[in-house]
C-alpha cells in the first residue's frame, strides 16, 4: 500500500547551503516531474514496514503496495493480523478504502484526503502521492544546495487558483539525480505544519531510492511515522485488473 510514497523526520542529511535566490534559467516544472516521475517510475511493487511512534508508544505495521504512472496505487496490510486485509485503491483523485472485517469497500471524499491515513502522520493523500503537486501548483526555484557532492534544488510550490488543495505551499528539495529529499507543508498563513525527510539512499529496485521516509509535525520532534522499504521493484507496466474495487477486495500474500 503506498508508492514512494511515499513515502518522510528528525533532519540527518549534511546539506550544506550553497546558493540562495532563484534561478530563473532552470524549469522547476521539470525538475519536479522528473523528480515525481522517478520516485514512482512506470510501475511498482514493494513491501513497506510503517512504524508509527509516539512518545509513550509504537505500533507497526507491514504493507504491500502496487504503483503504476502518476496516478494508481493500490496497497493493503498484509501484517498484523488484526489489520490484515484493510486496503486502499487510489485511481486518479478519487480513493476507496476497504475494510475486510465487514466486507465493504468505502469511497473517500475529496474533504477526507488530508486525514490521518490508519493514525500516522501520512494523510490518504501523502500515502497515495497523487499527482496533484504536478497539476495544481506552480514551482519556482528558490535556491540550491548540495547533498553528497550533488546539487539539490530548494523548490517553491504554490497553489494555482482555486485549485482544490489544502496547503498553502509546499517546500521542495530535490537532487540533480531527480532524488526527492525532503517535502515541507506549510498551512494558508504560511506557517510550516509537517516535513516528510528521506534517509539512507541506497541501490533499491534498480535505482537509487531512498530506503526510510520520516514525516513529522515540525514542533514535534519525538513523534513521527517512518516507512522503511523491505522490498521495492520498478516494473514498465501492471494490468488495468490490478487497479479496481474487485482487486481491492482481495487478500493478497
Not at 510514497?5 to 534559467?25: D, N, S, W
Not at 546539487?151 to 488543495?165: D, E, G, L, Q, R
Amino acid at each position: 500500500m503506498i508508492r514512494r510514497i511515499i513515502p518522510f523526520l528528525i533532519l540527518v542529511f549534511p546539506v550544506i547551503l550553497t546558493a540562495t535566490g532563484p534561478c530563473p534559467a532552470l524549469d522547476a516544472d521539470e525538475i519536479v516531474r522528473d523528480g515525481f516521475n522517478y520516485w514512482r517510475g512506470k510501475a511498482s511493487i514493494g513491501t513497506v514496514e510503517m512504524l508509527i511512534h509516539r512518545e509513550n508508544w509504537e505500533r507497526s505495521m507491514t504493507i504491500k503496495a502496487w504503483t503504476r504512472g502518476q496516478k494508481d496505487s493500490l496497497f493493503y496490510i498484509a501484517a498484523p493480523p488484526k489489520d490484515y486485509g484493510n486496503g486502499t485503491l487510489k485511481k486518479g483523485r478519487e480513493m476507496w478504502l476497504y475494510n475486510p472485517k465487514i466486507n465493504r469497500v468505502v469511497k473517500v471524499p475529496p474533504s477526507m484526503m488530508s486525514q490521518s491515513w490508519m493514525g500516522s502522520d501520512f494523510s490518504n493523500n501523502d500515502l497515495a502521492k497523487s499527482d496533484s503537486l504536478l497539476l495544481d501548483y506552480t514551482h519556482t526555484i528558490v535556491g540550491t544546495e548540495t547533498h553528497e557532492n550533488k546539487t539539490v534544488y530548494v523548490i517553491k510550490s504554490m497553489p494555482k487558483p482555486n485549485a482544490p488543495v489544502v496547503w498553502g505551499m509546499q517546500r521542495l528539495k530535490i537532487r540533480e539525480d531527480h532524488i526527492w529529499l525532503s517535502e515541507e507543508f506549510f498551512d494558508e498563513d504560511l506557517n510550516p505544519v509537517k516535513i516528510m525527510t528521506a534517509m539512507e539512499i541506497q541501490m533499491l529496485g534498480d535505482r537509487l531510492f531512498p530506503k526510510v521516509w520520516r514525516m513529522r509535525n515540525v514542533d514535534e520532534d519525538n513523534q513521527y511515522t517512518q516507512l522503511t522499504y523491505r522490498s521495492l521493484e520498478f516494473k514498465t507496466r501492471l494490468p488495468d485488473r490490478m487497479f479496481t474495487l474487485n482487486s481491492l477486495k482481495q487478500r493478497r500474500r
